[in-house]
């Protein structure tokens, strides 16, 4: 039997909007049938309560249509205009669907406010009201089961929100259930403060949703423990010395990653570019809601050590070497120079031809002279010399 070759992002990001997509068109239909329902034998059954749930259920229709256009932006890739993808409409989407909540449950708590102090004028429930609010629990339940599933599928943030959602709706629809029954054994007023309570219930999750976006698209971090893991991956990889500068944060159901990472300071830039090759894949690997990673490759801690920032870059530093070394006869027989820039200073490694090579002291001399030359300069530091490729302790072959 064929392993199932893992998906690329685009065929994820495809998947996350056919399934996101399916259990919004289920939820809205659902949801329909609910207000409808609700709406009309609340009046019918003359339960405020349920009238009150029906609204409730009609702004879920209107959350899940806001679910299904959500989830159809956020499965583009990244484009021209969005290089980092389209994850911020997801998060934007679950802060209207708080701000929305909020609003509708402030209007049903007022209402209900109102009535209440008119609880003795009010006509008892019918025993119609009572069944309509046992069909709502149900229907509620079995839709926060079938979005949950979905949502730990495809690990979408959204969908999960939307499943706790059709969970409190059928907490709700138990407190209507509890108010129309009261209110049927004479107890008029339990109808409306099963409205109040519906609505204090709505207002609590939609300042949850909202306060959790809003969080995101401040760039809030992932949390400590997923934060202290990245550190642990990074620092067992090969070749890297330390590390700091380390942020994350979130793009809907996506996070992303951005670190500093210290290596030795004198390998090469292919090597230290394969370290940074390979601490994002182990990220990428290890955490899987982690989409995209920039590593900035460090030859020593830039956040204690002094600062290389003013240094002059090869061609201001190489005009700058030929006027200090303009009376040495060895100036531009040398094969190549290194810079380093280290500590706030340029190190350099300067190599000649093995022609060159006299004598260990006549190379510790040449090595002398050229440090001493560089006293006016003080941006350059320590100067190594090398001879046909084989370093010397001391910066001469000997």
């Given at each position: 039997?064929?392993?199932?070759?893992?998906?690329?992002?685009?065929?994820?990001?495809?998947?996350?909007?056919?399934?996101?997509?399916?259990?919004?068109?289920?939820?809205?239909?659902?949801?329909?049938?609910?207000?409808?329902?609700?709406?009309?034998?609340?009046?019918?059954?003359?339960?405020?309560?349920?009238?009150?749930?029906?609204?409730?259920?009609?702004?879920?229709?209107?959350?899940?249509?806001?679910?299904?256009?959500?989830?159809?932006?956020?499965?583009?890739?990244?484009?021209?205009?969005?290089?980092?993808?389209?994850?911020?409409?997801?998060?934007?989407?679950?802060?209207?669907?708080?701000?929305?909540?909020?609003?509708?449950?402030?209007?049903?708590?007022?209402?209900?406010?109102?009535?209440?102090?008119?609880?003795?004028?009010?006509?008892?429930?019918?025993?119609?009201?009572?069944?309509?609010?046992?069909?709502?629990?149900?229907?509620?339940?079995?839709?926060?089961?079938?979005?949950?599933?979905?949502?730990?599928?495809?690990?979408?943030?959204?969908?999960?929100?939307?499943?706790?959602?059709?969970?409190?709706?059928?907490?709700?629809?138990?407190?209507?259930?509890?108010?129309?029954?009261?209110?049927?054994?004479?107890?008029?007023?339990?109808?409306?403060?099963?409205?109040?309570?519906?609505?204090?219930?709505?207002?609590?999750?939609?300042?949850?949703?909202?306060?959790?976006?809003?969080?995101?698209?401040?760039?809030?971090?992932?949390?400590?423990?997923?934060?202290?893991?990245?550190?642990?991956?990074?620092?067992?990889?090969?070749?890297?010395?330390?590390?700091?500068?380390?942020?994350?944060?979130?793009?809907?159901?996506?996070?992303?990653?951005?670190?500093?990472?210290?290596?030795?300071?004198?390998?090469?830039?292919?090597?230290?570019?394969?370290?940074?090759?390979?601490?994002?894949?182990?990220?990428?690997?290890?955490i899987e809601e982690i989409s995209?990673?920039?590593?900035?490759?460090?030859?020593?801690?830039?956040?204690?050590?002094?600062?290389?920032?003013?240094?002059?870059?090869?061609?201001?530093?190489?005009?700058?070497?030929?006027?200090?070394?303009?009376?040495?006869?060895?100036?531009?027989?040398?094969?190549?120079?290194?810079?380093?820039?280290?500590?706030?200073?340029?190190?350099?490694?300067?190599?000649?031809?093995?022609?060159?090579?006299?004598?260990?002291?006549?190379?510790?001399?040449?090595?002398?002279t050229m440090q001493l030359s560089?006293?006016?300069?003080?941006?350059?530091?320590?100067?190594?010399?090398?001879?046909?490729?084989?370093?010397?302790?001391?910066?001469?072959?000997?």
């Open positions: 039997m064929k392993d199932t070759p893992p998906m690329d992002a685009q065929q994820h990001r495809e998947l996350r909007k056919q399934e996101s997509g399916r259990v919004a068109i289920v939820g809205a239909l659902v949801n329909v049938i609910l207000s409808a329902v609700k709406v009309t034998v609340g009046i019918i059954g003359n339960s405020q309560a349920l009238i009150i749930d029906g609204i409730h259920s009609l702004s879920d229709l209107l959350t899940d249509i806001l679910v299904l256009v959500a989830s159809h932006q956020a499965s583009h890739g990244p484009d021209e205009n969005h290089p980092y993808g389209h994850g911020r409409f997801e998060t934007a989407a679950t802060l209207a669907l708080g701000a929305f909540l909020v609003l509708v449950a402030g209007g049903i708590m007022w209402d209900s406010f109102e009535r209440l102090f008119q609880a003795e004028h009010v006509n008892p429930p019918r025993a119609i009201a009572l069944y309509a609010a046992l069909f709502s629990i149900l229907a509620n339940e079995a839709l926060y089961w079938y979005t949950i599933i979905v949502a730990r599928r495809i690990n979408s943030e959204l969908l999960r929100a939307n499943a706790w959602h059709h969970r409190s709706d059928a907490v709700s629809s138990i407190v209507v259930l509890i108010g129309v029954g009261g209110a049927m054994l004479g107890h008029g007023w339990l109808d409306l403060a099963a409205a109040l309570i519906v609505g204090a219930m709505v207002a609590k999750i939609g300042w949850d949703l909202g306060w959790s976006a809003m969080r995101e698209l401040v760039d809030e971090s992932l949390e400590e423990d997923k934060v202290e893991k990245i550190r642990h991956i990074i620092t067992d990889i090969p070749g890297v010395s330390s590390l700091h500068m380390l942020r994350t944060r979130r793009q809907g159901h996506e996070a992303m990653a951005d670190v500093h990472v210290q290596v030795n300071p004198r390998i090469s830039v292919s090597e230290g570019h394969m370290i940074a090759i390979a601490v994002e894949e182990e990220i990428k690997a290890e995209d990673v920039t590593v900035h490759i460090d030859p020593e801690d830039d956040e204690t050590m002094p600062t290389c920032k003013g240094l002059p870059l090869r061609e201001e530093a190489e005009a700058r070497l030929k006027d200090a070394w303009k009376d040495l006869s060895c100036l531009g027989r040398q094969d190549g120079i290194l810079l380093h820039y280290l500590g706030g200073k340029i190190d350099l490694d300067i190599f000649f031809p093995l022609d060159c090579y006299i004598s260990r002291e006549a190379a510790e001399k040449l090595q002398a560089l006293e006016n300069y003080p941006e350059f530091g320590e100067v190594k010399l090398y001879f046909g490729g084989a370093a010397h302790p001391n910066g001469a072959q000997p």
